[in-house]
């Protein structure tokens, strides 16, 4: 079957690498992430990942335990290089090719962002992990993710998460709660649906890029997206 979608940044969160542990990463969880990229790349798709580190750091939990804003950001971003590093090697093992690219100079770990080295990777067949958001303090993963995805000329920005898209209210919380299969931005707004942070979603709104809200944690739903199937909600202009 033919890709609808060519090229995609996907957004996953640190906390759901934990799975069903009390933090650090669920490697069963991993794995099938990584076995789901390595699906995309078999169907010729274009995988950009930004990963969040919530389950080793968060940076505003550390203002709590004494740590300024500035070093809290930081310790968070470095916990997505770990995480980063993770995926790196899980779909490596699951017969795919992912390359760890950082926001900052980071050898011998991984090599530095930029455009160009990332478009000669795709061009060679990798999935790339976006790691250390955007570099700078005060922003979040989910800016980091908008950040990439415009800056890749993704197609759309895949927020993969334990739910099958977006709701009036939290589902885990509201059984009652009802689903949206599509939203414009403007009505998400309204709304007050918190889907991504109010900095990333403004941005994705700007470039005309569009949001798709998902299960990343039911087995083939990645690809199901990319051949044009209808999984989650969308969020466009």
């Avoid at 009036?168 to 707004?189: G, H």
């Amino acid at each position: 079957m033919a890709l609808k979608y060519k090229r995609v940044l996907l957004k996953l969160s640190g906390e759901a690498l934990m799975g069903e542990k009390k933090s650090g990463i669920d490697e069963t969880v991993l794995e099938s992430y990584a076995r789901q990229i390595k699906e995309a790349q078999d169907l010729g798709a274009e995988v950009g990942i930004v990963i969040g580190g919530g389950n080793i750091f968060r940076g505003l939990s550390g203002l709590k335990s004494g740590f300024d804003r500035i070093t809290g950001d930081y310790m968070g971003m470095l916990a997505t290089v770990i995480n980063g590093l993770a995926l790196q090697t899980f779909i490596n093992q699951a017969g795919g090719k992912a390359r760890v690219l950082t926001a900052i100079e980071m050898l011998p770990v991984a090599e530095r962002y930029s455009k160009t080295l990332t478009e000669t990777l795709f061009s060679q067949g990798y999935s790339i992990v976006f790691t250390f958001g955007t570099g700078n303090p005060f922003f979040t993963t989910d800016t980091a993710a908008a950040l990439r995805g415009v800056e890749i000329e993704a197609e759309m920005i895949l927020k993969g998460t334990r739910v099958d898209g977006v709701y009036t209210a939290d589902p885990e919380k509201v059984p009652e709660a009802v689903k949206y299969s599509d939203l414009t931005f403007e009505e998400a707004y309204n709304k007050g649906l918190k889907i991504m942070d109010l900095t990333a979603f403004t941005m994705c709104r700007e470039n005309n890029v569009p949001i798709l809200v998902f299960d990343m944690n039911t087995p083939g739903n990645l690809k199901k997206i990319l051949e044009g199937k209808e999984v989650g909600s969308i969020i466009h202009n």
